[in-house]
Nanobody
Framework: QVQLVESGGGLVQAGGSLRLSCAAS????????TGWYRQTPGKQRELVAV???????NVADSVKGRFTISRDNAKNTVYLQMNSLRPEDTAVYYC?????????WGQGTQVTVSS
């Protein structure tokens, strides 16, 4: 069983930056696709950015040029550096990991961007 523990959310003013971290348990991290989704009340969870075990990226158009996803396989950790934050980035951000056709989710961390 994989457990994902997020950290780094919080309150920031528009134009500011935050870095989210997600630490995974287990030994499969290096081979897994991992990344971040976000959700606001009444809306479906949406992809923010994911990175495969080989380093291939899938990044939402709405965050391209502002958010950067990276991973450190030695630390079993995926990061999301968020710059130039906007009020519309306000959401609960969920860490995600996919391996062997199974999906795992973190508990979510709130990011609030004030205008």
């Amino acid at each position: 069983q994989v457990q994902l523990v997020e950290s780094g959310g919080g309150l920031v003013q528009a134009g500011g930056s935050l870095r989210l971290s997600c630490a995974a348990s287990g030994s499969i991290f290096g081979s897994a696709t991992t990344g971040w989704y976000r959700q606001t009340p009444g809306k479906q969870r949406e992809l923010v950015a994911v990175i495969s075990g080989r380093g291939s990226l899938n990044v939402a158009d709405s965050v391209k040029g502002r958010f950067t996803i990276s991973r450190d396989n030695a630390k079993n950790t995926v990061y999301l550096q968020m710059n130039s934050l906007r009020p519309e980035d306000t959401a609960v951000y969920y860490c995600y990991l996919q391996y062997a056709y199974r999906n795992y989710w973190g508990q979510g961390t709130q990011v609030t961007v004030s205008s």
